[in-house]
């Protein structure tokens, strides 16, 4: 099983970024995908989920209206669109099924100036 995580940078508040997560190894159309996120001395959280066929999607409060998740089966990939960043969502970044079963990627940093 492999994650890989990229798309993330340095952005200006309100910027946008589009994170991607390639993934190998599994059964990818069978799993629940989610987007975590780790800010500085801070616990790794959920962010986004979507399941198997791109169809339900869940958000934590503060990115509702902002991010948007999606999976692509064919090519057994999640993304994370996100739009108007804030400061606060400065973290790295990570993809994983829906228990954080796998193995963690390197994730992705983001980083967003005021």
């Known amino acids: 099983v492999q994650l890989v995580e990229s798309g993330g940078g340095l952005v200006q508040a309100e910027g946008s970024l589009r994170l991607s997560c390639v993934t190998s190894g599994f059964s990818f159309e069978a799993y629940v995908m989610n987007w975590y996120r780790q800010a500085p001395g801070k616990e790794r959280e959920l962010v986004a989920s979507i399941n198997h066929h791109d169809d339900i999607t869940s958000y934590i409060d503060s990115v509702k209206g902002r991010f948007t998740i999606s999976r692509d089966n064919a090519k057994n990939m999640v993304y994370l669109q996100m739009n108007s960043l804030k400061p606060e969502d400065t973290a790295v970044y990570y993809c994983?099924?829906?228990?954080?079963?796998?193995?963690w990627g390197q994730g992705t940093q983001v980083t967003v100036s005021s």
């Open positions: 994983n099924d829906r228990w954080a079963t796998m193995t």
